[in-house]
């Protein structure tokens, strides 16, 4: 028998909650084939079986927070049934057996989301930290999280913390007062009518949506773009296109030339790569670059290439179609989407003209690389004489954070950009 443990899924992650089993018990599973999903408050990451054999127990069920490191199930390599004796459940005190019928109306299992539809990991107000879950059932029986004596790991109030907590305290409750009116209340919308549809927020959804709301709060943002002519780009992007995609396996797109420009020009402009502190400005003497990738209507990653600005093209278009790849897949560790100190944004892969980018805090400036097209230009001659041509122009826009610096900075930060853009010798960054 082998136990499977609730992986170190990046340095700060204390825990981590099931969202999904992808094998159930009795079946097999292959050495690194998926086994389940977990969630944090950085990342859903989906893990892969520590060896081949048979899934005989599993001990964390879906939707339990458990601390890094327990038990969360057992596998097998004959198949053979697990010990009579059971393994201590981690952060959740469940039992196999079925639960006591008075609190069971309190904390209904069917009114209950899934844990990806869950918030973050969080303080509460009396600055006690609480899990997804945890959090969750302290908010629908309204209850005070200071007192409930906590027995996970440094004395975090666990999911069985609260339910012997209601257990004790709401036996008496009439069942008919017991079942939530929130949790109630998007079930009875649903019904109504049958018109609607009620789509439960993802958790990378909701903690989205939290951080561009506290940014907005944060932050007085302001917005400058200029226009620039990736003719240049587009002339080497046409003569490598085919042999680069044979090589690397991925299109080389202009993503990778805009980002190589950026970590040129920061190091000319050091007070846009940086963090604003308490009466401080922070400025960071590397890049690390974090790329926005979208999950549909899951939310937002921006993994990070670390020491982007150490990096030529090609290395970093690699890793950027590797986290992209890998973030889409739920195969980001959280530490790969922590630490960034600028962020690049991409919506003109589908022919934006230009957005105003949220900051991801504590940054002081995003950039939105919008639509490129092809449009009429004047180009000057050699002779001094001009002409109209057609080039590949598009948007560069930066939201970026008043408190930091003023506008005359980065109209200079993007005209350094736009430069390194037009004039650079690409040809030769592709050797």
């Known amino acids: 028998m082998s136990e499977v443990r609730m992986p170190q899924l990046g340095e700060t992650v204390m825990e981590g909650t099931i969202v999904q089993w992808f094998k159930q018990v009795g079946e097999e599973v292959a050495e690194d084939e998926p086994l389940f999903e977990v969630s944090t408050d950085k990342v859903d990451s989906e893990v892969p079986s520590p060896m081949?054999?048979?899934?005989?127990?599993?001990?964390?069920?879906?939707?339990?927070?458990?601390?890094?490191?327990?038990?969360?199930?057992?596998?097998?390599?004959?198949?053979?049934?697990?010990?009579?004796?059971?393994?201590?459940?981690?952060?959740?005190?469940?039992?196999?057996?079925?639960?006591?019928?008075?609190?069971?109306?309190v904390l209904e299992p069917d009114s209950e989301p899934s844990v990806s539809d869950g918030e973050s990991t969080a303080s509460g107000g009396d600055g006690i930290v609480l899990s997804p879950v945890v959090r969750r059932l302290i908010a629908e029986n309204g209850l005070d999280p200071s007192q409930i004596t906590g027995t996970g790991k440094g004395g975090r109030i666990t999911r069985g913390d609260v339910e012997s907590y209601v257990s004790r305290h709401r036996t008496a409750a009439p069942p008919s007062s017991a079942p939530s009116p929130r949790s109630a209340a998007p079930t009875a919308m649903a019904r109504t009518g049958g018109r609607d549809t009620i789509v439960p927020l993802s958790n990378i959804r909701r903690i989205t949506g939290e951080h561009m709301v506290r940014s907005k709060t944060v932050s007085p943002h302001v917005l400058t773009a200029v226009e620039v002519d990736f003719e240049g780009v587009e002339k080497v992007r046409r003569t490598h296109r085919e042999a680069f995609k044979a090589e690397h396996g991925f299109s080389l797109t202009y993503l990778p030339f805009i980002a190589r420009a950026v970590c040129d020009a920061l190091h000319e402009y050091p007070h846009i790569n940086a963090s604003v502190g308490d009466g401080e400005l922070v400025i960071h003497n590397y890049v690390n670059l974090a790329i926005a990738v979208d999950l549909d209507f899951q939310g937002l990653l921006a993994?990070?290439?670390?020491?982007?600005?150490?990096?030529?093209?090609?290395?970093?278009?690699?890793e950027v179609a590797d986290l992209s790849r890998r973030a889409r897949a739920k195969k980001l560790n959280a530490d790969e989407i922590s630490g960034g100190t600028f962020t690049i944004t991409n919506p003109g892969q589908w022919g934006t003209m230009m957005q105003f980018p949220i900051i991801n805090q504590p940054q002081v400036a995003i950039l939105s690389t919008d639509g490129i097209r092809r449009r009429p230009v004047v180009v000057a001659s050699e002779d001094g004489s001009e002409a109209i041509a057609i080039h590949s122009v598009g948007v560069l826009a930066l939201a970026w954070d008043h408190r930091a610096f003023d506008g005359a900075y980065v109209a200079a930060f993007l005209d350094h950009v736009r430069s390194i853009i037009e004039t650079r010798d690409w040809h030769a960054e592709m050797t």
Do not use: F, M, Q, W
């Not at 458990?66 to 390599?77: F, K, P, Q, R, T």
């Not at 150490?310 to 690699?318: C, D, F, G, Q």
């Open 52 to 105: 081949s054999g048979v899934l005989v127990e599993i001990v964390a069920a879906e939707g339990d927070t458990v601390d890094v490191g327990a038990v969360i199930a057992i596998l097998s390599e004959d198949g053979a049934a697990a010990p009579a004796a059971p393994v201590a459940a981690p952060t959740p005190a469940e039992t196999p057996s079925e639960p006591e019928p008075a609190p069971a109306p």
């Open 303 to 318: 993994p990070v290439v670390v020491d982007a600005d150490r990096k030529r093209l090609i290395p970093i278009a690699e």
